[in-house]
């Protein structure tokens, strides 16, 4: 049985650092693409950033050279290190993977960003 698991969030203040994780079970993460949205309140859930099963990265635009996202295949856990963060990064963040046709999504963590 997939499951996903996301913990790691919080409140911190502007250019402060938070690392996201979330522990599967059910599947290995090596062996899929594996995907971090984020959505505000009154916003659409957005991709915030991809890894492929041959490492490749996908990074939004807003985030890029900011976050960074990464497998430990041994923890079978994906992360989300995410630095200089910003107001506007503040949003609910869920991991994602997607297996024959099913997309899987984790309950979310709350990230808030404030002064």
């Known amino acids: 049985q997939v499951k996903l698991v996301e913990s790691g969030g919080g409140l911190v203040r502007p250019g402060e650092s938070l690392r996201l994780s979330c522990a599967a079970s059910?599947?290995?993460?090596?062996?899929?693409?594996m995907q971090w949205y984020r959505q505000a309140p009154g916003k659409e859930r957005e991709l915030v950033a991809a890894?492929?099963?041959?490492?490749?990265?996908y990074y939004l635009d807003s985030v890029k050279g900011r976050f960074t996202i990464s497998t430990d295949n041994a923890e079978n856990t994906l992360y989300l290190q995410m630095n200089s963060l910003k107001p506007e990064d503040t949003a609910v963040y869920y991991c994602?993977?997607?297996?024959?046709?099913?997309?899987?999504w984790g309950q979310g963590t709350q990230v808030t960003v404030s002064s």
């Open positions: 994602n993977v997607v297996q024959n046709f099913k997309i899987y």
């Open positions: 890894v492929t099963r041959d490492e490749n990265t």
């Open positions: 059910g599947f290995a993460v090596s062996n899929y693409a």
